[in-house]
């Protein structure tokens, strides 16, 4: 038998399955700003792709049409690996399903798979905005929208605004009334921009009485951001160059998020620039921005292609709290957890530990404090934990902050049977606090992290959330630490234990 022949009919069924998989992943693509519609039968799934950028902000949404769906998401890069997944952000009240302002990690296609709790089937729609979840306008520029401005000549044709201005550092700025009441946003739009002497295109936002903030990208690759009013200008950010910015291009999306006192900048979803500021936080509004250089002779004109802004999606007035989190590094997650309003804007890393290790053979809670000269109450603490123990017992290991005598301290813990947790020690006991019981990692290793903000402690175990305490913990120490339930010989080895602080007492 010629065992080649007989593969030809296996290899035909084989490519005619990958066909079949990659015509129907095409079919089913995601578009920004465009709601999609699906369906979910009971135990199916269905899988959705975008191309994202590495640095890009998005939020995802996926809310029950029909039926009795409770719709779960989750976003897994093209190998196939889960970053973050979602069911209920808003339980009992609501069963839809929200990423709200995650950071993708890379240039890939992204898949977003898309299922049923407990065998729940019906209609749904999936929504993918850049930014945040809720769309508070998108302009196509059709002509009927009533941009104006006070300078240079304006015009809207074929879907574009056309904004154009001539003459030695002359500005235009297109503004259009009740675009967005929202102080918190993020807005993007595409730019095409000519000017024989160079060119300048940025926002102006946050109008506060006769000021706002204004954000200048130039065609040397520099940005720019300032506080202007009337009859004088504040410059917060000099020109600064940026590797994001260079390449001298003319046609790119610019996009900036504006959150509480954070502000975020992107050119062609990269981010160029942050900056913390707390001046015009109760501003509102955007404008299209158009300059010329300091030649006499210049002329800058610029195509602005659909303006969209999005707005943070709330539940009773508060900001949805995220209850996953994508793996990252220190500094790249604390840019989430602003982000996404878990913590403000600002701060420091104000120490990180690489390795440490904490052993016990008696019960109890032994403690190894790091930076002992060093107190905080506002902070995220962070570690990658690995627990072995002479045999399978009641023993863990954690975290320990608050720390203000040896017998008043906060403790965040796992434990070897799945336990996880956070509990106050006042005197010889501890308070009850916050615990689940979770499936044991096979290789006992853990990341955890804690955040004390705003009068309430958050837990995520993994990059989920664990749980919460309406509770602020006094200024006090930090450090690793090993829990005994009964005597037996355990070791912790923690890596890369960190601390960030916007507020210390130290």
Excluded at 242 to 251: E, V
């Amino acid at each position: 038998m010629d065992t080649r022949r007989s593969l030809i009919p296996l290899l035909v069924t084989l490519l005619s399955i990958i066909s079949g998989r990659v015509s129907w992943a095409q079919s089913n693509t995601l578009e920004p700003l465009t709601p999609s519609n699906g369906v979910i039968e009971s135990g199916g799934e269905q899988v959705w792709v975008f191309n994202g950028t590495g640095g890009s902000v998005i939020s995802l949404l996926a809310e029950s049409v029909s039926g009795s769906l409770d719709p779960a998401i989750t976003l897994l890069n093209s190998r196939g690996q889960t970053l973050i997944s979602n069911d209920d952000y808003a339980f009992p009240a609501l069963s839809s399903a929200l990423l709200q302002a995650i950071t993708l990690p890379s240039n890939d296609q992204y898949s977003v798979r898309v299922t049923g709790i407990n065998g729940t089937s019906g209609d749904y729609t999936l929504t993918l905005t850049p930014g945040f979840t809720d769309i508070a306008a998108v302009d196509n520029f059709n002509g009927d929208t009533g941009w104006n401005t006070s300078n240079g000549d304006l015009s809207e044709a074929d879907g574009q605004l056309t904004l154009s201005v001539q003459g030695a550092l002359q500005t235009a700025v297109a503004s259009r009334e009740n675009l967005t009441s929202a102080s918190d946003f993020f807005a993007e739009t595409r730019i095409s921009v000519t000017g024989p002497n160079g060119w300048i295109v940025g926002f102006t936002y946050r109008q506060q009485n006769s000021e706002s903030y204004w954000l200048r990208v130039n065609s040397r690759g520099e940005w720019r951001l300032e506080i202007q009013s009337v009859n004088e200008r504040r410059i917060l950010r000099d020109w600064t160059a940026h590797p994001a910015l260079a390449g001298n291009r003319d046609t790119f999306r610019l996009g900036m998020l504006a959150n509480g006192s954070g502000m975020d900048f992107f050119f062609d979803g990269q981010l160029f620039g942050r900056f913390t500021d707390s001046t015009l936080m109760t501003g509102t509004g955007i404008s299209l921005l158009v300059e010329t250089p300091d030649g006499l002779d210049s002329r800058v004109s610029a195509n602005f292609d659909e303006l969209s802004i999005t707005v943070p999606r709330l539940v009773d007035s508060q900001l949805v709290l995220p209850k996953a989190l994508i793996a990252a590094a220190p500094v790249d997650l604390i840019r989430d957890l602003q982000r996404q309003s878990v913590i403000p804007a600002g701060g420091e890393l104000a120490f990180n530990v690489e390795e440490s290790f904490v052993e016990s053979r008696i019960p109890g809670v032994e403690r190894f404090l790091l930076a002992r000269e060093s107190t905080f109450t506002n902070l995220v603490l962070g570690t990658r934990v690995t627990l072995q123990t002479a045999a399978p017992a009641a023993t863990g290991c954690g975290l320990v902050f608050g720390n203000i005598a040896d017998d008043n301290y906060y403790l965040t813990y796992v434990d070897a049977a799945g336990g996880q947790g956070v509990s106050r020690r006042e005197g010889a006991m501890f308070q009850p606090g916050i615990f689940r019981e979770h499936i044991p990692d096979p290789a006992n290793s853990y990341d955890l992290l804690v955040i004390a903000v705003g009068g309430r402690i958050l837990y995520y175990v993994n990059q989920e959330w664990v749980g919460t305490l309406n509770e602020s913990p006094s200024a006090g120490a930090v450090g690793n630490a090993v829990v005994n339930f009964e005597p037996i010989a355990t070791s912790c080895e923690f890596n890369n234990t960190w601390v960030w602080r916007w507020e210390s007492t130290s």
